[in-house]
Structure formats: structure tokens, C-alpha cells
């Protein structure tokens, strides 16, 4: 296999396993640790055995075009550094599954489990390799997405669910920024591809429009990455299971922010802007993570903002914009993976084992946990920077670039004494993990009797520690090689000398490291009597909380402002706001025509067909008839308006437009029928609301009429100009003589519609979907008025009479209610099934298409359920529209997948002719299988919202139950 499709692979294996993994039963907790462990070590294997082709610079590259006239290619870009960070997402995310075998409940929805880590796992590889900064975007926000559902994973729970929250409108809104800076970059660079962008620094730092880039860029930056002062959403992101909080503060979610900035490094820094907004961004978290980190007693809260700390340990590196210190950022960046990794999951063990993350009732568990208190131990030492240990690598490099004269400012002059602070404080917080729990009395009164936990859920953790202890003891041979190709990969020409010996003689860093370590154990036994009994939270800032501050925000966002623009522009009633929509829109296409100088000149009758004029004003008088009478006669505005859609749909027919036609007619019929189901459920007419006209009541119609009027007449106007002008080009030769010839059909309206705008018809079905879904959301908590939930009364009448006939058939739910109707209509079904079959076969070369024929097939449905009722067509046909609209995304989507496959843009299509035996040449279009996509999407949604609306049948007969129950058992009481 190839390193191009391995880069497929690396993006297209974990979500295939995702997929699978939510198609597993509950109770398959085996099943499901093999699946996804298999998945990420078969990853782990096929990132690993691309090395050879990205040491000393060389990028592998697998390109597909996506929309090229846009400059949008689906490509993947994979050097060292995004190698790096693929080793780390696959490799500590096959240890996390291994734990999360043992760690999660057997009650717990473990199937979900599984299925989101995969599909953050996807989303992490397609973010690291991807080769085009639209791309990059898409799965950036896709790893914000999957990451809310992992924190918010135990929806039982509300600090869960809070938490969840507040990191998705947190990284939400810092992926937003981050999409608008990338297109800003893109338009300076005039391409999105990464290769281009990384070629043209200056190009970029000079440019006016760099500093909106910058801030736009690092917004999207800081806020994944949990840098102040967007710090509080990660530690409330603690509410997830260990596992999650794992994998996502090691190797992934809160990684991706600085991943961006080193990605970025070589075109964004080295200004001033960049120096001074990174850099005391980088130094505040960096302090003041580790400050906090001190005074929390929940394990996970400790270790939460001690992530905060080091992840702006490794801002404020890459703020200085020096090439060794970039070095020591990304070998930060390995380094803290493995050791963070390995506490949270010591953590994990903790709290599984005793019941509890509160460090006020943890003491003295070596006794009981031996084996987790060393690793633990270990860890904690390499998190607090004790020599041979991986951490102390990294920080001497820090400590050393701190010294160092970057910039003549007084943010350079504090830089040592930050990092020496900082790391004192980080002793500190790493001694109170080791001492606190796994030393002193035993514990009492914890909910369960500590012990070791088996080995396998261990195992992840001594792996881990056995790592930070070979690269802390031989850097240069363990993890040399692979840091070299990360840092060529950044860093390019610039790459420096740089050295990773254990001992490098009594320098200043070195002294630093001493102060620190000396001063963090101080510290510690300053505060060990005060930390036993405190609230949680550091003093001075304890009243501070960040959570605090961003529900406030939310509230003053949602309620006050919210509250006030609504007051002021908003209403509950449905007529203004069709009101406001409509100016608005007479409006935005006023300015145009104005600015312009639009003449439409008079019109002329001269050539009308006298026939025609008739039709239309039959059409014409409908409409008018459907606007006045919708006020008082439901029914008949419904009939006036049936009127006016046929005609026209005959004025297509009569202009040659017979696709449009039979679109017109199918539709006409579908929302005819839905809305005359949907008016059985409004409440009845008052007559003396109606009749009782205020002076004001007639202002407001008058007003309506008038901007009726304008806007129609508008809009007849563009027509008629549109119609009568002569261009000297016109986009329909393109269409017709490459319909073809191109397109493989003579149907040239269906060959637009699924070959040359395939992309557009795909997101209208998408946005099909979501509508459908909305409103069956909507209908379901739907109640509807009192006085329309008692049975009509012809219906009623006949129900009466059928009860008293003698020959009645006991248990038949087929309502004799307009019985010849009902049958004609269930007679229908088949020839309706065929109908549809036959337009959507004939689509390419005839009028049809698979729009119309899934309204035609909907229409059968709309049918059975008119003819039988609700009850008797479920318990006969089994339709899941659901399904319908997911394989239809999933056919249309795979189509033009399936293009890439052969190196052509998305949505290409491809025809030829077949050789059928008895027949003939048969002609055949993958456009046919697209198609196919848009069927069954229409299918689905038309029959989501007919069940939608039939099921309030349903809910009315049963609140008529409940209430003659409740009727009875009056009657009996009484």
C-alpha cells in the first residue's frame, strides 16, 4: 500500500469504526474494546511505517480535487510534525481503549462510547494532515463537535451536560474566528493549499490585512487550547469519563490549539504583534494555570489546570520566535502527552478503585495501591521537571530560552522570572499529588476498599512511564530522530543546533531547576496544613470562577439583550414578522435595480396568445381568491390555491418546460394534502372575532395589501424583463451542448440538476432533511386546540351508524367513513409504486428525475394514509422515514465520493453505454445512483412529516381515552 492511500486510511478507518461501533448491541463491551482497539492500533501501525518518507523534511501528499474553481482540493499533507502528532493521536488512543475497557460500567452506553472516541479520533488525524486550510477548519470544528459529545457523555448528569456545553460555545466560537482568519490568509496567498500558505510568510507578515488574520487565527488558537483568559471551560470539561479527559488534555482536543500556532509558526510569527499578544497570553495561563492548580482538591481539577499551565509553558515558547525555542515547544508537546496521559489514567484508577477524587478524604493508598502510587509517583516527578525524566528535558530548554534576549521589552526581562515561578509552583502541585494521597494515615470512610486494579487496565500507564524514563535518561537515541523530523518539518531552513544531553554543566537553567524544585517543596510544606482544609479554589481568586463569569455572559447575551431586541423588533405573531421578511426583501432588491438605473420600459401585449392570457387570469383570480378568502374559508383559500399552482403548472408545459411541469403537479399535490391534513388540527373559526373589524384591523390590511401589491408588481416586472430582454449570451447553450456529450442524457434540466450543479442539488437535499427532521421535532410537541380533537362530525355520524349495523366486522379498523374513495385510493398504491419507478428511470433521457418520482412515491403514501387511516398503514407497512433520508445523504454522498476514487473532483460523473442481453444498449450514468440519493431523501422526508401530522390522529384518540376514563371513574366515585 502506498503512503498516499495510507493517508486515506488514517482519516477513513477510525470513523468506518465509529460507525460500527454504534451498530453493536449494549451489552457488547468485548466486542466493541476489540473493534476500536484494533482500529486505532492498525492506525498506530500505518502512521509508524510512514517515517521513512518524511525524516529530513520530505512531506507525503495525497490530493483530491473537491471544487477546484474555488481553490477547494480535499487535500492531505502529512511531514513530521504532523507524523508526531498522528503517532500521538493513534498511539496514547489505543492505550486510552484498553483502559476504557476496564474503566467504563458495564450499565454505561458503551457502544457510544466507543463510537464518539473513534469519531474524535478521525477527527484529530484529519485535522493534523490535512493539506488545505479549508479542510483543516471543517475538522477542527468536527473535533469540537465530537469532543462536546465525549465531555457530555453522561447526559444524567448536569455538570456533564454544563460542561459540554460551555466547551462547544467556547471552541465553537474560536472555530468560527479561526475559519474567517484562514479565508483572510487564503485571499492574501490567493490559495488555501498548505504548501502555498507555508511558502509565503512574508508575503503574509506584510500585508495589511495581517494583524485581522493574526487575532482572527489565534482566537481559534486560544480558546481550543484553554489559554487565558478562555481557561474555564477545561476544567469543567473534568465531568467526562477518565478515559475522555485522558486522551483529550494528552494528545488531542486542548493539543490542537498549540498544534495550529506551531503549524503556523513559520508565516505568523516574528512580529511584534505576534510577540506581545502570544507571549503574555502564554505567561499568564502559564502562571496562573499552576497557581490554581495548587488549591484544588478534586484530582482531575489539579491536574486540569496543570494542563492549562503547560500547554501555556508551550505558548509562551512559541510566542518568543525563536527557532530553538520552537524546538523546545513540539518536544514539550511529546513530552507532556506522556505523563499527562498517564496521571489522568492513575487518577482514574483512583477513583474507580476509592470512590472519590476529593483529596481531603485521600491519604496513605500505597499501602493499597502499590503499583499505581509508583507510576503515579513517577509521573508526577516528570510533570514537576526532577531530572532524568522526560519533563526536565523540556523545561531546561525552556529555561534556557527564557534567558535569552528576544525582544528589548520589559515582557523579555520577566520571561525567567515567570518560568521559574511557574515551575516552582508546578513542584509544588505535583508534590501535594504524591504526598497527599499516596502517604499519611490510612483512609477511612471512603465509599469503597481501595485495591489494585487488574493489569490490563494498568498497563497503558506503566508504558507511558516507561516512556518518560528512557527519553528522560537517553534522549538523543529513544526520541531523537523523530524530534529532528518534527522540528525540520516546522522549521525548514532555520532548523538550528540543538542539543539533547542529560547534562549540559552548571549553567543558569540548571540553577533554575534547583530553585524551583527547592522552592516548590517549600512551598508545599508552607501551605500542607492549610491545603488539608480549604474550599476549593485558590485564595484571592477563589470568588472568580470563570464558569461563574461565562453564565452571566450567556445570561446577559440571552436575556437581556435577547429580551430587549425582541421587544423592540420582534413579535409572537406571524403576520408581522411575514411583513418584516417581505419589505426586507422588497428592499434588497430595490437597492440593486436603483443603483443600476433599471428602465423596464412599458410593456407590450403585441403577440399574446388570447388562450394564455385566459389561463393566467384564471391563475391570476385563484390567487386573489385564495388571499381573501384564507381569513374566513380555510378550505376553499386551499382549493383557490391548488387552482393557481396548476396554472402554473400549465404555463410550464405551454413554455417547454415539461420537467418543471411535472415537479409543479407532484408538489401541488403533496403540500395540498399535507396542509389539508394539518388544517384538521387548527382551532375553529370565532365568527365574532372575524366580524368584528376594528379601524385599525382595517389600517393593517390595507397596509398589508399595498406592500402585497408593490412587491408582486416588483417582481412582474424583473420577470417581464428578464423574459423580453435579448442577451447577447445566454448560460442555456452551455448547458445544451454539453448536456450530452458530458452529461450522458438528453434530459438536459435533470443532467444540470445531478452533473454540472450535483454540489448544489446535495446541499438542497441536505437542507431537505433538516427541514424534515425540524418540523417532525416540532409536530411531536405539537398539542393541538381543544376544540379540534373531537372527531368531525360526518365522520362521527357514520362511525355511529356503522356501530348499530348488524354485519359490522368485529376488530376491523378500516374506516367505512367515504368508503368507495378509500379503496380507489389503496388500489392506487401499486400503479402509484410503478409511476414512480418509470419517472425516475426515464429521468436522464425524459421528463422525470428523482425529485419528482420520490414525490410521486411519497404521494402513495399520503394515499394509504388518507384511505386507511394511521393504524391500519402501520400495521401493514413498516417506512422508517428516518432511514429513507440517511441511506438517501448516504447514496449522494458516496457518488461523488466514489469519483475521487478515480481522481476526478467530487460529484464527477460518468456514463456509457450497456449491453443488455434481449435489449440492447441501455445507457447508464453514476449520475443515476446520485439520483437515487435525491429519491429516497424525498421519500423520507415527505413521509417524516405526513406521520408527523397523521400521528396527532393517534395522540387526540388517546387524550379522548383518558378523558372518558377520567369521565368514569367520577360517575363511579359519585
Not at 502529512?78 to 507524523?83: H, S, T, V
Not at 515551575?423 to 509544588?428: G, H, K, L, R, Y
Not at 420520490?854 to 402501520?874: H, K, N, P, S
Request: some cysteine.
Amino acid at each position: 500500500m502506498t503512503d498516499e492511500n495510507i493517508l486515506l486510511l488514517l482519516i477513513l478507518l477510525p470513523f468506518m469504526g465509529s460507525a460500527l461501533a454504534a451498530m453493536l448491541p449494549a451489552n457488547a463491551r468485548n466486542a466493541e474494546a476489540w473493534l476500536s482497539g484494533g482500529i486505532t492500533l492498525l492506525a498506530f501501525s500505518l502512521t509508524a511505517s510512514i517515517f521513512p518518507s518524511v525524516v529530513d523534511g520530505e512531506v507525503v501528499r495525497r490530493q483530491v480535487e473537491w471544487i477546484p474553481e474555488l481553490g477547494l482540493n480535499f487535500s492531505l499533507r502529512m511531514d513530521g510534525f504532523a507524523w508526531m502528532f498522528s503517532m500521538l493521536i493513534t498511539g496514547i488512543g489505543f492505550l486510552v481503549v484498553i483502559y476504557a475497557r476496564y474503566y467504563m460500567s458495564p450499565k454505561d452506553p458503551v457502544p457510544r462510547f466507543f463510537s464518539f472516541l473513534l469519531a474524535f479520533m478521525g477527527a484529530m488525524q484529519g485535522m493534523v494532515i490535512s493539506g488545505n486550510l479549508i479542510v483543516l477548519a471543517i475538522f477542527w470544528e468536527m473535533t469540537s463537535i465530537f469532543s462536546f459529545l465525549l465531555i457530555g457523555y453522561w447526559q444524567h448528569n448536569q455538570a456533564a451536560r454544563d460542561g459540554a456545553r460551555m466547551a462547544l460555545t467556547v471552541t465553537g466560537i474560536g472555530g468560527l474566528c479561526l475559519l474567517v482568519g484562514l479565508i483572510i490568509i487564503g485571499h492574501i496567498v490567493g490559495s488555501y493549499e498548505l504548501d502555498d500558505v507555508l511558502a509565503s510568510g512574508d508575503l503574509i507578515r506584510e500585508h495589511e490585512l495581517y494583524v485581522p488574520a493574526l487575532l482572527l487565527v489565534l482566537m481559534g488558537a486560544l480558546t481550543k487550547s484553554a489559554q487565558f483568559p478562555f481557561h474555564f471551560w477545561l476544567p469543567n470539561a473534568m465531568a467526562a469519563p477518565t478515559p475522555v479527559s485522558a486522551y483529550l488534555h494528552s494528545a488531542t482536543m486542548v493539543k490542537a490549539g498549540v498544534f495550529l500556532l506551531a503549524r503556523l509558526w513559520p508565516v505568523l510569527s516574528g512580529t511584534e504583534e505576534w510577540f506581545f499578544i502570544v507571549g503574555i497570553t502564554g505567561m499568564s495561563t502559564l502562571l496562573l494555570g499552576a497557581y490554581f492548580a495548587i488549591f484544588q482538591q478534586d484530582l482531575k481539577g489539579l491536574l486540569a489546570y496543570s494542563t492549562i499551565s503547560h500547554l501555556g509553558l508551550i505558548t509562551t515558547l512559541l510566542s518568543l520566535g525563536s527557532p530553538l525555542a520552537a524546538v523546545a515547544a513540539i518536544f514539550h508537546m511529546m513530552n507532556h502527552a506522556t505523563f499527562k496521559a498517564s496521571l489522568f489514567m492513575a487518577a482514574g484508577i483512583i477513583d474507580h478503585e476509592a470512590g472519590t477524587r476529593d483529596m481531603r478524604k485521600l491519604s496513605g493508598l500505597f499501602s493499597f495501591l502499590p503499583i499505581t502510587a509508583t507510576l503515579a509517583m513517577v509521573a508526577s516527578a516528570a510533570m514537576a521537571g526532577v531530572p532524568l525524566l522526560n519533563g526536565f528535558l523540556s523545561k531546561e530548554m525552556f529555561f534556557a530560552e527564557t534567558i535569552e534576549v528576544h525582544r528589548q521589552s520589559l515582557l523579555d526581562g520577566v520571561a525567567p522570572y515567570v518560568a521559574t515561578i511557574a515551575s516552582a509552583f508546578a513542584v509544588t502541585y505535583s508534590v501535594r499529588f504524591i504526598h497527599t494521597v499516596f502517604f499519611g494515615p490510612k483512609p477511612v470512610d471512603l465509599p469503597h476498599e481501595p485495591h489494585e486494579p487488574p493489569h490490563w487496565m494498568r498497563l497503558p500507564i506503566e508504558l507511558l512511564v516507561l516512556i518518560c524514563l528512557i527519553v528522560g535518561m537517553i534522549p538523543a537515541i529513544t526520541v531523537g530522530p523523530y524530534l529532528h523530523a518534527a522540528v525540520v518539518a516546522v522549521l525548514g531552513d532555520r532548523t538550528p543546533e540543538y542539543s539533547l544531553s542529560v547534562w549540559h554543566g552548571l549553567n543558569l537553567p540548571l540553577i533554575m531547576s534547583v530553585i524551583a524544585l527547592i522552592g516548590g517543596i517549600l512551598l508545599y510544606m508552607a501551605l500542607r496544613g492549610y491545603l488539608r482544609t480549604c474550599e476549593d479554589g485558590p485564595p484571592i481568586f477563589r470568588r472568580f470562577r470563570g464558569q461563574r463569569i461565562f453564565e452571566r455572559i450567556l445570561v446577559t447575551i440571552s436575556w437581556r439583550w435577547a429580551r430587549w431586541m425582541e421587544s423592540h423588533f420582534g413579535t409572537r405573531r406571524l403576520q408581522p414578522q411575514l411583513r418584516l421578511v417581505v419589505f426586507v426583501a422588497f428592499l434588497a432588491a430595490l437597492a440593486p435595480l436603483f443603483t443600476a438605473g433599471f428602465n423596464p420600459g412599458i410593456p407590450s401585449l403585441a403577440g399574446a396568445d388570447p388562450v394564455f392570457a385566459i389561463i393566467w387570469l384564471i391563475g391570476i383570480s385563484c390567487a386573489i381568491g385564495a388571499a381573501h378568502q384564507a381569513k374566513y374559508h380555510r378550505l376553499v383559500a386551499l382549493i383557490l390555491m391548488g387552482g393557481a399552482g396548476i396554472v402554473t403548472c400549465v404555463t410550464f408545459a405551454w413554455f417547454s418546460a415539461p420537467d418543471l411541469a411535472i415537479t409543479q403537479l407532484v408538489v401541488e399535490i403533496a403540500t395540498t394534502v399535507l396542509i389539508l391534513l394539518g388544517m384538521r388540527w387548527l382551532p375553529k373559526r370565532n365568527a365574532e372575532i372575524d366580524n368584528s373589524v376594528t379601524s385599525t384591523a382595517r389600517m393593517r390590511r390595507h397596509r398589508d395589501f399595498t406592500l402585497a401589491v408593490i412587491c408582486g408588481a416588483g417582481m412582474t416586472m424583473i420577470s417581464y424583463v428578464m423574459m423580453t430582454t435579448p442577451w447577447p449570451e445566454t448560460i442555456s447553450e452551455f448547458f445544451l451542448t454539453r448536456a450530452y456529450s458530458e452529461g450522458g442524457g438528453t434530459n438536459v434540466v435533470n443532467v444540470i440538476l445531478v452533473d454540472f450543479r450535483g454540489f448544489d442539488t446535495f446541499g438542497e437535499i441536505v437542507v431537505l432533511g433538516i427541514v424534515a427532521l425540524t418540523v417532525f421535532s416540532l409536530l411531536r410537541r405539537f398539542r393541538p386546540a381543544p376544540d379540534s380533537v373531537e372527531i368531525p362530525e360526518q365522520q362521527r355520524i357514520q362511525n355511529e351508524y356503522d356501530e348499530k349495523r348488524p354485519d359490522r366486522e368485529v376488530g376491523n379498523t378500516v374506516q367505512d367513513y367515504l368508503l368507495v374513495p378509500s379503496v380507489i385510493m389503496q388500489w392506487m398504491f401499486p400503479v402509484t409504486i410503478v409511476l414512480a419507478a418509470y419517472l425516475f428511470m426515464r429521468g436522464h433521457e425524459l421528463p422525470g428525475g428523482g425529485f419528482a418520482a420520490g414525490l410521486t412515491m411519497a404521494i402513495g403514501f399520503l394515499l394509504q394514509y388518507l384511505a386507511g387511516g394511521t393504524r391500519w398503514v402501520e400495521d401493514r407497512l413498516r417506512i422508517l422515514p428516518v432511514r429513507w433520508i440517511g441511506f438517501g445523504l448516504l447514496i449522494a454522498a458516496f457518488t461523488g465520493i466514489g469519483s475521487w476514487l478515480f481522481g476526478f473532483p467530487f460529484l464527477t460523473s460518468y456514463f456509457q453505454y450497456l449491453e443488455v442481453p434481449l435489449i440492447g444498449k441501455v445507457p447508464a450514468a453514476t449520475a443515476l445512483l446520485f439520483d437515487l440519493g435525491v429519491f429516497a431523501l424525498v421519500v423520507g422526508a415527505t413521509v417524516l412529516i405526513l406521520i408527523a401530522i397523521a400521528h396527532q390522529s393517534i395522540r387526540s384518540h388517546r387524550a379522548r381515552v383518558i378523558e372518558a376514563a377520567k369521565g368514569e371513574e367520577d360517575v363511579k366515585w359519585s
